[in-house]
């Protein structure tokens, strides 16, 4: 009988002390969960947000000190570069220049006759259809041909942009706005298979395309820039295209293609686009 009273009594005492600690560790638990969303909200960054934008111009000139680490890294690739843009691929006997000429100049000239030469194969291969006339714009040309040998590097001066050529197919109402579009920019354009001849009174005397007189009811296919069939230059005519073919070619490589080619280059102002005085 005692040992029951005793047994009873230990079970009693041990359901205390389990009820007593089970509430401690809810308690503890308690703490814990409160303590780490506590922490965690005011450890919480807030967004940052830009306040302020500063900048200074920092003048490169011979007063900054080479480092030569970064010298005899860069050195060698350098070299290369400069070996390769300079390798002679012409000759020009004499300075090709964009402002000689009123209304055609041998540096225009000399651009478009090379893509009409070199982007027209492209064309006929991809599509079947022949080029029929180029067209680029005068500020693209942005530096002369100097008189001497002609290298990639001389490339890379004359059109430094990474415009690619792209051919357009242009009803005969667009042609002939884009023919009244350069009389009326008074600015040599460069041309190529089309030949515009005003007379004294900038009304149209003669257009031919490829020596043709011009026909207002076919579609003809005119190179141009990537930049100009955009919008460039205000040339909105080319919004009027009816088939568009991209050649994924780099007007500027064109031009080192076509240096490659010629012994000498030397482009003549001529009648492609010329105004009468009678």
């Known amino acids: 009988m005692y040992f029951y009273i005793c047994t009873n009594v230990n079970n009693i005492h041990s359901n205390y002390n389990t009820k007593i600690h089970t509430k401690m560790i809810l308690k503890i638990k308690q703490i814990v969960i409160i303590t780490t969303i506590t922490c965690f909200f005011s450890c919480k960054q807030e967004k940052p947000v830009l306040t302020q934008i500063s900048g200074k111009q920092i003048q490169i000139s011979d007063t900054i000190k080479i480092t030569d ?31 000689d000429g009123a209304l055609n100049t041998t540096a225009g000239n000399l651009m478009a006759d090379a893509v009409l030469e070199l982007a027209g194969p492209i064309f006929k291969t991809r599509t079947g259809s022949t080029l029929d006339f180029v067209l680029l714009n005068h500020g693209g040309i942005r530096s002369i041909i100097s008189a001497g040998n002609v290298s990639a590097r001389t490339a890379y001066e004359i059109m430094p942009f990474e415009n690619t050529i792209v051919v357009v197919g242009l009803k005969g109402d667009a042609v002939l706005e884009m023919v009244n579009y350069l009389i009326n920019s008074k600015k040599p354009h460069p041309i190529a298979g089309l030949q515009i001849i005003l007379n004294k009174d900038d009304s149209i005397n003669v257009i031919k395309i490829q020596g043709l007189p011009f026909d207002e009811s076919k579609t003809y296919y005119v190179a141009t820039s990537d930049y100009l069939v955009n919008g460039g230059d205000r040339m909105d005519f080319f919004k009027k295209n009816v088939t568009f073919t991209e050649t994924d070619y780099r007007i500027r490589n064109l031009m080192i293609d076509y240096f490659s080619k010629k012994d000498t280059i030397a482009p003549i102002i001529d009648d492609r686009f010329i105004k009468l005085d009678y």
Not at 71 to 93: G, K, M, W
């Open 69 to 99: 680490s970064i010298e005899q890294f860069v050195a060698p690739y350098r070299d290369r570069i400069n070996e390769v843009l300079d390798s002679t691929l012409a000759y020009a006997p004499k300075t090709i220049a964009k402002n």
